[in-house]
C-alpha cells in the first residue's frame, strides 16, 4: 500500500512533467519572453526598496514579543521621565547620549593623563549643532536645572592636578553632596578599597530625547572624533560612541556587501560555463550555463520586486539571499543539463525535453518543496530579521523553480533546436559531424561536431562520468570501504555531538557593525574594563500593595534580600525608597504601619528627596506602582547574561509581592530565552514536513526515511561544527540552521531518488548507478554554491562571515551525504527499490 501511495503521485507527476517538457520544446519562445517581462514588471518593486528598508536593530533582532518589551512598556506607563530631575538608571530605554572612554596602559589616574581628558571634555562642550548652533549646556539632560555632569571631573573640581592628591574610594566615592557610584566611570580598578591605580575613565553627555537638534549634535560629535587627529595622544587612547551610533553602522553594513555581487556573479558563470565546456562544437552548453545563471538572477528579480510591491520590510539580512539562489539556480541546472546529456539525440528536442522532464523535473520539485517549505516554516520564528529573511528567500526559490522549468527549459530547447541541425555552439552555422581527410587537424578542433554514444544514442558521458561509474562508484561499494565509510560517519557524528554541547547563545552587538568601525573598539573597551558591574536593574512593585503594613513590609523586604543574594547580584549597593522613606518618618517618631500617616507624609519626603519623585506611581492618593533597584556585577559573557536574567525572573516570580524586573538591556537578554527553544521547534517541524514530503514524490518509504536522516545528521554536525569554529546560535546563524534544512534535503533528496529509480538488480549497482546519474551534477551544484557565498568570506561583517562559515559547512556535510554516506547506507537495506516491490 505505501508502494501505491508513493508510485500514485510520483509517477502521475512524473508524466505531467513529461507532457510540459514536450509543450515548452514545442513552443520555446514563449517560455523565454513571458518570464523575462514578468521579471522586468515585478522588477519595478525594487522602486520602494527605500521605502521598505527596515533595519532597526531593536526590532529585527531582538523577540517580536519578548517580555522585556512589555516590562518598557509597564514602566514607561508609570514611571514617565521627569525631565527637571534626569536619572541614568531610571531610564525606560537607553536615552540620547554620547560617550568617550579613555585607557591607559599603565596607570590612567595621572595628571597627564587627565589633562588630555579635560582636553577631550572641553572639546565636546564646543560641539554645536543645528539652525541656531545649540551647544551641549543648551540641550543636555538636567538634574534641578544643572546639566548631568560627570562625577569623576565633579570629584576633581575639572582640574588635572587634583586627581592625584584625592583618595578615591571604590565603587561608591563620598562627595560634599553625597555617595557617588563610580563603577561605570573608572574602569580596570585595582581590587583595594582606595583607588591607586586604574586603566579606564568613562565619560557621558546625556542630551533630551526630544529636542530636534539632539540627532544633529550627536552625528557632529561622531564627526569630530572620527577625524584621527582627536583620537591621537601621547597619555592615552581613545575610543567613543553615541546612542545613534549602533543604527548607523549597521546600516552602513549592507553597503560594504553590494561590491561583491558582480564578482560572485562573475564567478557563477565562470564555474557553469567551464564545467559545461565540452570539446564538441556542437555538444557545448557554453550558452545553456549562462543562461542558467541569468535564470537565477531573474528570480531573485521577480521575488524581491513582487515582495517589495506588497510591502514586506527588507531587512539587511535579506542581502545575504541573491548569493544563496544562484547557487540553488546553478544547481537545478546541473541536474536538467545532466539528465537531457542521457536522452536519446536522434529524437526531436519536444521528445528529449519531455524525457528530461520525466526524471529531472521531478528531483528538482523535491528539493525545491523543501527548500520552500523550510524557509517558509522559518516565517514562525520570533525574529524579524529570520522571518523577513526567510520570506524573501522561500519566495525567490520558488521563482527559481519556476524559472528554471519554463525559462531555462526554453533555453535547452532552443538549444537542441541548435544542436539537431547541428550547427556551431558560436556561430551557429552548420558543421559536418566528421573532418573531410583532406582538412587538417585543426579543423577538426574548430569545425566539427555532433558526436554522440553509438550504443546508448546519449551524448557522450563525460570523463567524470566515466570516472564515477568506472571507478568512484565500485571502490565505494566495497565492503571494507564501507567500514571505512561507517567509522568516518561515526567520528563525525562524535565531533559534531561534542560540538553542540558547547553551543553559546546569543548575538554580540559589537558584531552588528563592521570590522573596522569605531563601535567595535568601545565595545571590546567596555569589555576589558567596564564588566565588573552590569546593569542597574529595575524590581518594580507592579500592583498596589498597602506599603504600611507590615506583613506586606517584610514579604517585600524578603524578596528583596533574596535578590542580593543571587550570584550576580551586589549585596550592598541597592536603592531603596521604601527604606529612606521609613528612616524619614523614625526620625519624627512616626508610625510607618499607620495608613494615614504613611500616605500624609509621603509628598513632604518626595519633595526633599526629588529622585524617588520617580520611582513611585502616586496617582489619586495611592501608590499603584513602584520601584527600587539592584546592582548587578561580574557579566562578562552571554551565558553569565542569560542566567543572571533567568534568575532574576525566577526570583521575581516566587515572591508572594507581584514584582517584574526590567532594564533597557534585557530587551536584547530575551533573545537567550527563546533563541534554542525556537530553533528546535523549527527544525523538528521542518523536519516532519521534509519526510512527508519524500514519503509522496520518492517511490519508497524506507529511502524517505534515509532523507529525513540525512537531514538531521548534516543539522547535528553544522551545529557542532558551528559552535567549534567559534560562531554563537544566534539570529544570524538561525537563518543559517533553516537553510541547513533545506540544503541537506537537496543532495540526499537526489541520490536517494536516482536509486530508487534506477533499474539495476543489486544494490551495489543501484548505488554506483545514481552516482553515475546525478553524482557529478551533485559535486557541480556544492561547488557553484560555495562559489555563491565565497566573497562573503572576505567581508567586513560579521553576518555576512557568518552567512559564508554556516554554507561552506551546510554545503560540504550536504555533500559527503551525498556522495558518501548515503549511497553506502543505502546499500545496508536492499528494498529500497521501486522494483523489489
Given at each position: 500500500?505505501?508502494?501505491c501511495?508513493?508510485?500514485?503521485?510520483?509517477?502521475?507527476?512524473?508524466?505531467?512533467?513529461?507532457?510540459?517538457?514536450?509543450?515548452?520544446?514545442?513552443?520555446?519562445?514563449?517560455?523565454?519572453?513571458?518570464?523575462t517581462l514578468?521579471?522586468?514588471?515585478?522588477?519595478?518593486?525594487?522602486?520602494?526598496?527605500?521605502?521598505?528598508?527596515?533595519n532597526?536593530?531593536?526590532?529585527?533582532?531582538?523577540p517580536v514579543?519578548?517580555?522585556?518589551?512589555?516590562?518598557?512598556?509597564?514602566?514607561?506607563d508609570?514611571?514617565?521621565e521627569?525631565?527637571?530631575?534626569?536619572?541614568?538608571?531610571r531610564?525606560?530605554?537607553?536615552?540620547?547620549?554620547?560617550?568617550?572612554l579613555a585607557?591607559?596602559?599603565t596607570?590612567?589616574?595621572?595628571?597627564?593623563?587627565?589633562?588630555?581628558?579635560l582636553?577631550?571634555y572641553?572639546?565636546v562642550m564646543?560641539?554645536?549643532?543645528?539652525?541656531?548652533?545649540?551647544k551641549?549646556?543648551?540641550?543636555?539632560?538636567?538634574?534641578?536645572?544643572?546639566?548631568?555632569s560627570?562625577?569623576?571631573?565633579?570629584i576633581?573640581?575639572?582640574?588635572?592636578?587634583?586627581?592625584?592628591?584625592?583618595?578615591?574610594?571604590?565603587?561608591?566615592?563620598?562627595?560634599?553632596?553625597?555617595?557617588?557610584?563610580?563603577?561605570?566611570a573608572?574602569?580596570g580598578?585595582?581590587?583595594?578599597?582606595?583607588v591607586?591605580?586604574?586603566?579606564?575613565?568613562?565619560l557621558f553627555?546625556?542630551?533630551?530625547?526630544?529636542?530636534?537638534?539632539?540627532?544633529?549634535?550627536?552625528?557632529?560629535?561622531?564627526?569630530?572624533?572620527?577625524?584621527?587627529?582627536?583620537?591621537?595622544?601621547?597619555?592615552?587612547?581613545?575610543?567613543?560612541?553615541?546612542?545613534?551610533?549602533?543604527?548607523?553602522?549597521?546600516?552602513?553594513?549592507?553597503?560594504?556587501?553590494?561590491?561583491?555581487?558582480?564578482?560572485?556573479?562573475?564567478?557563477?558563470i565562470?564555474?557553469s560555463i567551464?564545467?559545461?565546456?565540452?570539446?564538441?562544437?556542437?555538444?557545448?552548453?557554453?550558452w545553456?550555463?549562462?543562461?542558467?545563471?541569468?535564470?537565477?538572477?531573474?528570480?531573485?528579480?521577480?521575488?524581491?520586486?513582487?515582495?517589495?510591491?506588497?510591502?514586506?520590510?527588507?531587512?539587511?539580512?535579506?542581502?545575504?539571499?541573491?548569493?544563496?539562489i544562484?547557487g540553488?539556480?546553478?544547481?537545478?541546472?546541473?541536474?536538467?543539463?545532466a539528465y537531457?546529456?542521457?536522452?536519446n539525440?536522434h529524437?526531436?528536442?519536444?521528445?528529449?525535453?519531455?524525457?528530461t522532464?520525466?526524471?529531472a523535473?521531478?528531483?528538482?520539485?523535491?528539493?525545491?518543496?523543501?527548500?520552500?517549505?523550510?524557509?517558509?516554516?522559518?516565517?514562525?520564528?520570533p525574529?524579524?530579521?529570520?522571518?523577513s529573511?526567510?520570506?524573501y528567500?522561500?519566495?525567490?526559490v520558488?521563482?527559481?523553480?519556476?524559472?528554471?522549468?519554463?525559462?531555462?527549459?526554453?533555453?535547452?530547447?532552443?538549444?537542441?533546436?541548435?544542436?539537431?541541425?547541428?550547427?556551431h555552439w558560436?556561430?551557429?552555422?552548420?558543421?559536418?559531424?566528421?573532418?573531410?581527410?583532406?582538412?587538417?587537424?585543426w579543423?577538426?578542433?574548430c569545425?566539427?561536431?555532433?558526436?554522440?554514444d553509438?550504443?546508448?544514442?546519449?551524448?557522450?558521458?563525460?570523463?567524470?562520468?566515466?570516472?564515477?561509474?568506472?571507478?568512484?562508484?565500485?571502490?565505494?561499494?566495497?565492503?571494507?570501504?564501507?567500514?571505512?565509510?561507517?567509522?568516518?560517519y561515526?567520528?563525525?557524528?562524535?565531533?559534531?555531538?561534542?560540538g553542540?554541547?558547547?553551543?553559546?547563545?546569543?548575538?554580540?552587538l559589537?558584531?552588528?557593525?563592521?570590522?573596522?568601525?569605531?563601535v567595535?573598539?568601545?565595545?571590546?573597551?567596555?569589555?576589558?574594563?567596564?564588566?565588573?558591574?552590569?546593569?542597574?536593574?529595575?524590581?518594580v512593585?507592579?500592583?498596589?500593595?498597602?506599603?504600611?503594613?507590615?506583613?506586606?513590609?517584610s514579604?517585600?523586604?524578603?524578596?528583596?534580600?533574596?535578590?542580593?543574594?543571587?550570584?550576580?547580584?551586589?549585596?550592598?549597593?541597592f536603592?531603596?525608597w521604601?527604606?529612606?522613606?521609613?528612616?524619614y518618618?523614625?526620625?519624627?517618631?512616626?508610625?510607618?504601619?499607620?495608613?494615614?500617616?504613611?500616605?500624609?507624609?509621603?509628598p513632604?519626603?518626595?519633595?526633599?528627596?526629588?529622585?524617588?519623585?520617580?520611582?513611585l506611581?502616586?496617582?489619586?492618593?495611592?501608590?499603584?506602582?513602584s520601584?527600587?533597584?539592584?546592582?548587578?556585577?561580574?557579566?562578562?559573557?552571554a551565558?553569565?547574561?542569560?542566567?543572571?536574567?533567568?534568575?532574576?525572573?525566577?526570583?521575581?516570580?516566587?515572591?508572594?509581592?507581584?514584582?517584574?524586573v526590567?532594564?533597557p538591556?534585557?530587551?536584547?537578554?530575551?533573545?537567550?530565552?527563546v533563541?534554542?527553544?525556537?530553533?528546535?521547534q523549527n527544525?523538528?517541524?521542518a523536519?516532519?514536513v521534509?519526510?512527508?514530503?519524500?514519503?509522496l514524490?520518492?517511490?519508497?518509504?524506507?529511502?524517505s526515511?534515509?532523507?529525513t536522516?540525512?537531514?538531521?545528521?548534516?543539522?547535528?554536525?553544522?551545529?557542532?561544527?558551528?559552535?567549534?569554529?567559534?560562531?554563537?546560535?544566534?539570529?544570524?546563524?538561525?537563518?543559517?540552521?533553516?537553510?541547513?534544512?533545506?540544503?541537506?534535503?537537496?543532495?540526499?533528496?537526489?541520490?536517494?531518488?536516482?536509486?530508487v529509480?534506477?533499474?539495476?538488480?543489486?544494490?551495489?549497482?543501484?548505488?554506483?548507478?545514481?552516482?553515475?546519474?546525478?553524482?557529478?551534477?551533485?559535486?557541480?551544484?556544492?561547488?557553484?554554491?560555495?562559489?555563491?557565498?565565497?566573497?562573503?568570506s572576505?567581508?567586513?561583517s560579521?553576518?555576512?562571515?557568518t552567512?559564508?562559515?554556516?554554507?561552506?559547512?551546510?554545503?560540504?556535510?550536504?555533500?559527503?551525504?551525498?556522495?558518501?554516506?548515503?549511497?553506502?547506507?543505502?546499500?545496508?537495506?536492499?528494498i529500497?527499490?521501486?522494483?523489489?516491490?
Amino acid at each position: 500500500m505505501a508502494g501505491c501511495r508513493t508510485d500514485c503521485i510520483e509517477e502521475p507527476l512524473s508524466m505531467s512533467f513529461g507532457s510540459l517538457g514536450r509543450f515548452i520544446g514545442r513552443h520555446p519562445w514563449w517560455f523565454l519572453v513571458i518570464p523575462t517581462l514578468v521579471s522586468v514588471a515585478l522588477g519595478g518593486g525594487f522602486y520602494f526598496l527605500k521605502d521598505r528598508e527596515a533595519n532597526d536593530i531593536e526590532e529585527q533582532f531582538t523577540p517580536v514579543n519578548g517580555p522585556a518589551k512589555k516590562e518598557r512598556l509597564f514602566v514607561q506607563d508609570n514611571f514617565p521621565e521627569n525631565d527637571s530631575v534626569f536619572s541614568v538608571q531610571r531610564l525606560a530605554t537607553e536615552g540620547a547620549y554620547a560617550s568617550i572612554l579613555a585607557v591607559s596602559e599603565t596607570n590612567i589616574l595621572r595628571r597627564a593623563a587627565f589633562e588630555e581628558i579635560l582636553s577631550l571634555y572641553d572639546d565636546v562642550m564646543q560641539i554645536s549643532a543645528g539652525v541656531d548652533q545649540r551647544k551641549y549646556n543648551d540641550i543636555c539632560a538636567t538634574v534641578q536645572q544643572n546639566c548631568y555632569s560627570n562625577a569623576i571631573l565633579d570629584i576633581i573640581g575639572y582640574n588635572s592636578s587634583n586627581i592625584e592628591s584625592i583618595n578615591l574610594t571604590f565603587p561608591m566615592y563620598k562627595s560634599s553632596s553625597g555617595f557617588v557610584f563610580l563603577g561605570s566611570a573608572v574602569g580596570g580598578v585595582n581590587e583595594s578599597l582606595i583607588v591607586e591605580q586604574a586603566q579606564a575613565i568613562r565619560l557621558f553627555f546625556y542630551l533630551q530625547e526630544k529636542r530636534p537638534e539632539t540627532y544633529l549634535w550627536l552625528k557632529e560629535f561622531i564627526k569630530l572624533f572620527s577625524g584621527e587627529s582627536k583620537l591621537k595622544f601621547k597619555e592615552v587612547s581613545v575610543s567613543y560612541y553615541t546612542s545613534i551610533s549602533r543604527q548607523q553602522e549597521f546600516e552602513a553594513n549592507s553597503k560594504t556587501v553590494i561590491p561583491l555581487f558582480a564578482a560572485t556573479y562573475a564567478l557563477a558563470i565562470s564555474f557553469s560555463i567551464v564545467s559545461c565546456l565540452r570539446l564538441d562544437n556542437v555538444r557545448n552548453k557554453v550558452w545553456v550555463a549562462t543562461f542558467g545563471v541569468f535564470s537565477a538572477g531573474l528570480a531573485v528579480l521577480s521575488s524581491f520586486g513582487l515582495l517589495l510591491y506588497v510591502g514586506v520590510p527588507f531587512v539587511m539580512t535579506v542581502a545575504t539571499a541573491p548569493f544563496l539562489i544562484l547557487g540553488i539556480g546553478v544547481d537545478d541546472m546541473f541536474v536538467l543539463i545532466a539528465y537531457w546529456q542521457k536522452t536519446n539525440v536522434h529524437d526531436n528536442v519536444e521528445d528529449r525535453l519531455a524525457e528530461t522532464y520525466k526524471h529531472a523535473a521531478v528531483s528538482i520539485t523535491i528539493t525545491t518543496l523543501t527548500d520552500v517549505l523550510a524557509f517558509y516554516i522559518g516565517v514562525m520564528t520570533p525574529f524579524g530579521s529570520v522571518q523577513s529573511f526567510c520570506l524573501y528567500t522561500g519566495t525567490a526559490v520558488l521563482f527559481c523553480y519556476i524559472y528554471s522549468i519554463t525559462f531555462f527549459g526554453a533555453i535547452l530547447a532552443l538549444n537542441g533546436k541548435r544542436e539537431e541541425s547541428n550547427r556551431h555552439w558560436l556561430t551557429c552555422m552548420k558543421i559536418p559531424k566528421t573532418c573531410p581527410p583532406e582538412r587538417s587537424r585543426w579543423y577538426s578542433i574548430c569545425c566539427v561536431g555532433g558526436v554522440y554514444d553509438r550504443e546508448t544514442k546519449a551524448e557522450e558521458a563525460l570523463p567524470i562520468n566515466d570516472f564515477i561509474k568506472k571507478y568512484y562508484g565500485p571502490f565505494l561499494t566495497k565492503n571494507y570501504t564501507k567500514f571505512f565509510v561507517v567509522f568516518l560517519y561515526a567520528l563525525y557524528l562524535c565531533v559534531s555531538i561534542y560540538g553542540c554541547s558547547n553551543v553559546q547563545e546569543g548575538i554580540k552587538l559589537k558584531n552588528l557593525a563592521s570590522d573596522d568601525s569605531y563601535v567595535v573598539e568601545y565595545y571590546t573597551h567596555e569589555d576589558e574594563y567596564f564588566s565588573v558591574y552590569g546593569p542597574n536593574v529595575m524590581v518594580v512593585v507592579e500592583k498596589t500593595v498597602p506599603y504600611w503594613e507590615e506583613s506586606v513590609r517584610s514579604n517585600l523586604k524578603k524578596c528583596l534580600k533574596d535578590f542580593q543574594m543571587l550570584t550576580y547580584v551586589d549585596q550592598e549597593l541597592f536603592t531603596s525608597w521604601l527604606d529612606a522613606y521609613g528612616a524619614y518618618l523614625g526620625k519624627s517618631s512616626l508610625d510607618l504601619n499607620n495608613k494615614t500617616v504613611f500616605m500624609e507624609k509621603l509628598p513632604a519626603f518626595l519633595k526633599l528627596a526629588p529622585a524617588f519623585r520617580q520611582d513611585l506611581n502616586l496617582t489619586n492618593g495611592e501608590i499603584h506602582a513602584s520601584r527600587f533597584f539592584i546592582q548587578t556585577v561580574n557579566i562578562t559573557s552571554a551565558l553569565q547574561e542569560k542566567n543572571m536574567l533567568s534568575e532574576l525572573r525566577l526570583t521575581a516570580k516566587t515572591c508572594p509581592v507581584p514584582l517584574l524586573v526590567y532594564h533597557p538591556a534585557f530587551i536584547f537578554f530575551d533573545q537567550y530565552a527563546v533563541i534554542v527553544t525556537n530553533t528546535i521547534q523549527n527544525i523538528l517541524v521542518a523536519t516532519a514536513v521534509m519526510l512527508v514530503i519524500s514519503l509522496l514524490l520518492i517511490p519508497n518509504p524506507l529511502c524517505s526515511l534515509w532523507v529525513t536522516f540525512a537531514i538531521a545528521s548534516v543539522i547535528v554536525g553544522v551545529a557542532g561544527f558551528m559552535a567549534l569554529w567559534g560562531v554563537n546560535l544566534d539570529s544570524i546563524s538561525m537563518i543559517n540552521l533553516v537553510i541547513c534544512i533545506g540544503f541537506s534535503v537537496d543532495f540526499s533528496a537526489h541520490i536517494s531518488y536516482a536509486f530508487v529509480s534506477s533499474s539495476k538488480s543489486t544494490v551495489n549497482e543501484k548505488a554506483t548507478d545514481a552516482l553515475h546519474s546525478l553524482g557529478y551534477p551533485i559535486v557541480q551544484g556544492a561547488v557553484s554554491t560555495i562559489l555563491g557565498v565565497v566573497v562573503l568570506s572576505v567581508a567586513e561583517s560579521y553576518i555576512f562571515r557568518t552567512f559564508f562559515k554556516i554554507m561552506l559547512l551546510v554545503i560540504s556535510f550536504g555533500l559527503v551525504h551525498g556522495v558518501v554516506f548515503i549511497p553506502v547506507f543505502l546499500t545496508f537495506f536492499g528494498i529500497c527499490s521501486k522494483s523489489d516491490r
